[in-house]
Nanobody, 119 residues
């Protein structure tokens, strides 16, 4: 059974930091691209960051560039998303997914972790 488990969410003041983790079981992460997505109440889900399986190329939403950094540790089957200089508009449920960034086809999803940034 494939499981992606996110952790590291919580409540933080504006300007603070959190580090999200996404750990996979039942699959090996290395052949997959991994993405972080977020969805705020009443809004569409948006991609936050992606890291590709080949070369580790990273992509970021404009709103998080320079503040968030996606990285992967294939030995630990884990992908990280340190988030700095958090803003209230970063408040959302954050999800990780594994699949193909090229085709935007995400086969596996985690259950999500809530990030709340207070002003």
């Amino acid at each position: 059974q494939v499981r992606l488990v996110e952790s590291g969410g919580g409540l933080v003041q504006a300007g603070g930091s959190l580090r999200l983790s996404c750990t996979a079981s039942g699959i090996i992460f290395s052949p997959y691209s991994v993405g972080w997505f977020r969805q705020a109440p009443g809004k569409e889900r948006q991609v936050v960051a992606q890291i590709r399986q080949i070369g580790g190329t990273t992509l970021y939403a404009d709103s998080v560039k320079g503040r968030f950094t996606i990285s992967r540790d294939n030995a630990k089957n884990t992908v990280y998303l340190p988030m700095n200089s958090l803003k209230p508009e970063d408040t959302a449920a954050y999800y990780c997914a594994a699949g193909s960034a090229v085709t935007s086809s995400w086969a596996y999803w985690g259950q999500g972790t809530q990030v709340t940034v207070s002003s």
